[in-house]
């Protein structure tokens, strides 16, 4: 059955059940009385309760998350938790998520957390793991935490718990499906018809050349004949025929818990089908999770968990993470709005408008590039406890985690990749293993003697990390042959004579050794007064052996009951009030492995023709070796409060924190005079100093209406304190490259900023007739003098005319050049978070979530390229560019007189797209602060007394609309959008993919 039809019939069915399930609502079922049971949460390598915790951990249950129907545990997540910040690059299918804590403490290194899945370690977890399977996810915020999982927790860490079965209960099964449909949100404006001929009518006419003249009419005609034939023509809106079909999902979740007297069990079953917006583009995932726990005595208890999954992501998208030579987006922008024009159909390729516009039929393109993504993800642990006695427990986890990736990409004959290899197809094909074996052993000892409780813990860890990765790029395949042949067939390609084939690389991937000694000490007096201390020491084999392959990291917290003190003991009005103080210190080894010795590898890139063949040749690559290469540091300050009002109507917390890391791991830029060009160091220093706020309560609670409310915010200042050595000439700044463009440096990395800040320069509008001395004899503008000229920067060296782009110079010297490049704001918010509003009525349940961001700033990258002519004509624009400064009036005759050329741009604003490279200026840097509506859902669940006959124990009805709006004053897609993978470049929105609303419907059915 076609997918529409499924869909549609789906939405059709539980609209219809609604009202009809209302009214077979004959008795209102009375409130479950809820029972207060003492909630732990997960730190470190044991269970604590919550009233206990002295850190800083954010928690989100899975009581929270079950009504959200997402694929992504981190959309689940997303705003939930203070000081912790979760934003797609896009809106593709599958696309990368980027998750900081407290604001991330690298400059070029990863900024991620570590991920602890059921005691495993595992990468990027949140975006592989469905959130019906989730129980718990702990968030450990600061180095008093996180240090226990020393090397890997500067970042912090994210502990999640999947769900397993209980003992001596009855079996339940549950599914869980929904069906819905993704549609654009909004697109970027362009020129109409009309518009783009008339600007293509001024490139070609202004200079007066006749050869541009003639073929400016042969393609588009007279000017008498552009009104008519342009001003009702029909408009090819790209943009829609790429992204605006609509885009189905399938969602399935199916689990099964129970247990016996001795046992407990749960499997969770997950199945994905979504389409992308994009045309070719989707996500396809099915997922397993097995899990079972098993009294073997008394004293001994055994489990495991088996997890895996199977995930393909379909679709080239519309960038890759390259220069501007990756951008698909542009095609669909700049790309001629309407039929005819050429000589060859729209719909077909054309070679020629190819070559002079470097531009290709966004549908036909997107046709000839075929991506496929395939990951396949294992994860085996097994754990066991044993009693040694009543107060000393044993307990040992293994566990082993495999990804398989294979990335299959084809470029068919109309692509410029294949163009530039004799207009034959061309295939890629990646594959990658990781492997990663874990073991820790701990022994805990609790025991609680009169005002005293004691909480020991001593552990040791290894991990051990390694794999391989293969790529083959076969060129010249059979004009003739299909993606799915090409990547059956490579053998098929021939190359032409005299050229020769590129040979196969594979490599292994440098293994990992992590030894790990452990311990933490947790005392309790009087309920009163808490002190935890712990200490790790790693060795890591990135570093060379001996002194520099240990890091140690000592953390204390202490936590001072204020309630259970006598003056408060016994006001009822107060549930909970906490002061906590933490310090701790952790560390970092994200780096590749062995770069403190030097190694040789083989390619074809460095070798030498013998014969018909090419012969490999040797190279130690561009990174020169640093045997002193050691650990990054951070030390974490943090002191919070926690609160709780009225028997759990008001809750809360509050932190502030400061985190300093030192010796950061940076991938430093070094004389070329080495014969390296680069070499990792430990230089430099960052600050992160902020405040958490997070608040709920339970507004309304009647027996048949409650209204809860959560909501957090978070504020971070981010600054550079030191680069050290890697910067040279005694500055304290070096620039860096965002890479959407080759050779714009348009980053600034300096002593004092935020990482993270934009450079350019500040844009002062347009020249304006009063700038210019007018030659009447030559008809020449010539600048005025103290005028300055940004001709070298911003127009190619072109002489600056009437209606330029015009900078400002900052330095007074009459010119504009690179030293009048300024820092033109961050990335960085000054606060964000989230809120949520939860109703219940009755049967019917109503959550709306929102999440914000407000003071940072988005680079629109989109913005400069479709306002800038550069290089070609018979380019598209942005719609802006339809109030450009004009050089003819409407009868199609040049203006010259400066007066009449002044009364024929009273009106407009824009100036005329800049004929020189792309730069960064201020036009381009917006205010990206939003106010999202992220998730709103009803739902109805039919009265339990109703259900009982068929034996069922919940069944609910639910439509959701996520993204249903963003309040922004940003003008792209999205501003979120984040298409850079540096953590020195953040906030660059360049070709993203866009974000969609997404509306659904689905049944939750307990057994």
Request: aromatic fraction near 12%; charge should be neutral.
């Amino acid at each position: 059955m076609d997918k529409k039809v499924q869909s549609i019939k789906w939405l059709y069915l539980t609209f219809f059940l609604f009202p009809v399930l209302t009214m077979a609502q004959e008795k209102e079922t009375k409130k479950d009385k809820e029972t207060n049971i003492d909630e732990v949460v997960l730190v470190g390598y044991s269970k604590v309760s919550k009233k206990d915790v002295t850190n800083a951990v954010g928690s989100v249950k899975a009581d929270e998350v079950k009504d959200m129907p997402v694929n992504s545990a981190a959309e689940a997540i997303q705003g939930r938790v203070a000081g912790v910040q979760i934003m797609a690059s896009e809106g593709s299918p599958g696309a990368d998520v980027e998750i900081k804590v407290r604001g991330g403490t690298s400059i070029t290194q990863s900024n991620a957390p570590l991920y602890i899945v059921d005691g495993i370690q595992m990468d990027n977890a949140l975006t592989v793991i469905s959130p019906k399977e989730i129980e718990s996810i702990e968030v450990l915020k600061d180095a008093a935490s996180t240090s226990i999982y020393g090397s890997r927790g500067a970042n912090g860490v994210v502990l999640i718990t999947t769900k397993g079965g209980r003992k001596k209960a009855a079996m339940t099964i549950n599914y869980n499906g929904y069906t819905g449909v993704r549609k654009i949100m909004n697109t970027i404006p362009v020129l109409d018809p009309y518009q783009f001929v008339m600007y293509q009518y001024e490139l070609y006419n202004k200079g007066g050349d006749l050869a541009d003249q003639t073929t400016f009419s042969t393609r588009y005609g007279t000017f008498d004949e552009l009104a008519t034939k342009y001003g009702n023509i029909k408009k090819r809106d790209w943009q829609d025929e790429l992204f605006g079909k609509e885009a189905f999902n399938f969602t399935h979740n199916l689990s099964l818990l129970g247990g016996s007297d001795k046992s407990a069990f749960s499997l969770t079953l997950n199945h994905v089908e979504e389409d992308g917006i994009m045309l070719n583009s989707g996500f396809r995932r099915s997922m397993a999770n097995f899990k079972y726990d098993f009294d073997i005595s008394k004293k001994l208890k055994a489990g495991f968990n088996a997890r895996y999954s199977r995930q393909l992501i379909s679709g080239a998208g519309t960038s890759a993470s390259g220069s501007q030579g990756t951008n698909r987006l542009r095609n669909a922008v700049r790309y001629q709005p309407f039929e005819g024009g050429s000589n060859v159909p729209i719909d077909d390729f054309d070679p020629n408008y190819s070559t002079l516009t470097n531009l290709v039929n966004p549908l036909i393109l997107n046709d000839n590039e075929v991506k496929e993504n395939r990951t396949n993800d294992l994860l085996l642990n097994g754990y066991l406890n044993y009693n040694i006695t009543k107060d000393l427990t044993f307990r040992s986890v293994v566990g082993y985690v495999q990804r398989d990736n294979a990335v299959n990409q084809f470029w068919g004959t109309v692509t410029s990749d294949a163009r530039a290899n004799n207009n034959q197809p061309i295939v890629q094909l990646t594959r990658s293993q990781t492997r990663r074996i874990t073991n820790t052993n701990t022994l805990n000892y609790t025991k609680k003697f009169g005002n005293h409780k004691l909480d020991l813990l001593i552990g040791e860890e290894t991990v051990q990390t390694d794999g391989e990765t293969s790529n083959i790029y076969t060129k010249w395949l059979p004009v003739s042959i299909s993606p799915n042949e090409a990547f059956a067939n490579i053998q098929s390609a021939i190359p032409p004579s005299g050229m020769i084939q590129d040979a196969p690389r594979t490599a292994a991937l440098p293994p990992e050794r992590l030894f790990s000694l452990f311990g933490r000490a947790n005392y309790i007096y009087a309920n009163k007064y808490i002190l935890t201390a712990s200490i790790r020491a790693d060795a890591s084999s990135i570093f060379r052996p001996g002194s520099n392959q240990w890091g140690t990291f000592p953390a204390v917290s202490v936590a001072w009951k204020i309630k259970e003190e006598n003056f408060l003991k016994n006001k009822e009005w107060l549930d909970e009030l906490k002061l906590r103080f933490g310090y701790g210190l952790a560390g970092n080894n994200r780096i590749p492995a062995f770069l403190y010795d030097t190694f040789f590898t083989t390619s074809t890139d460095y070798g030498y023709t013998f014969g018909s063949g090419v012969t490999p040749g040797a190279t130690t690559g561009n990174t020169l070796a640093n045997k002193n290469v050691t650990w990054e540091a951070t030390v974490s300050k943090n002191l919070g409060l926690d609160f709780g009002f009225f028997n759990g109507r008001l809750y809360g917390s509050l932190d502030t924190y400061i985190t300093d890391t030192k010796d950061l791991l940076i991938l430093a830029k070094i004389p070329q005079t080495s014969g390296y060009e680069y070499q990792y160091q430990n230089s430099g220093k960052t600050q992160n100093k902020g405040i958490e706020v997070s608040l709920g309560g339970i507004i309304v609670n009647k027996e048949n209406f409650t209204w809860k409310t959560d909501f957090n915010i978070s504020a971070n200042k981010n600054i550079i304190k030191s680069l050290g050595a890697g910067v040279s000439g005694g500055n304290d700044y070096y620039l860096v490259a965002s890479g959407w463009v080759n050779n714009l440096y348009d980053f600034i990395a300096k002593v004092g900023n935020p990482v993270g800040t934009y450079y350019g320069y500040e844009t002062e509008g347009r020249y304006e007739i009063g700038d210019f001395d007018f030659n009447p004899t030559t008809q020449a503008y010539t600048l005025k003098a103290g005028v300055p000229n940004a001709s070298a920067v911003a127009n190619g060296s072109k002489p600056i005319q009437p209606g330029d782009l015009k900078l400002r110079d900052l330095n007074g010297d009459g010119q504009i050049t690179t030293a009048d490049q300024t820092e033109l704001g961050s990335a960085q918010p000054k606060f964000y978070g989230g809120f949520n509003q939860t109703f219940r009525y009755r049967n019917w349940d109503m959550s709306l979530f929102f999440n914000f961001s407000v003071g940072n700033k988005v680079y629109n990258a989109n913005k400069i390229e479709f306002t800038t002519q550069y290089l070609y004509r018979d380019n598209n624009m942005a719609a802006e560019v339809a109030d450009r400064w004009r050089w003819f009036n409407d009868q199609g005759v040049k203006v010259t007189d400066p007066a009449a050329l002044a009364a024929l741009n009273a009106n407009t604003t824009m100036w005329t797209p800049p004929q020189g490279n792309y730069i960064l200026h201020s036009y381009a840097i917006e205010d990206g602060s939003f106010l999202r509506l992220n998730n709103v859902t009803i739902g109805y669940s039919l009265p339990k007394d109703s259900l009982e006959v068929l034996g069922i124990k919940n069944f609910r009805l639910y439509a959701t609309v996520n993204n249903l709006f963003t309040i922004t004053g940003y003008d792209g897609y999205d501003p979120e959008a984040s298409t850079r993978r540096n953590p020195l470049t953040p906030g660059v929105d360049y070709a993203a993919y866009p974000r969609s609303r997404f509306i659904l419907t689905g049944i939750d059915i307990t057994f």
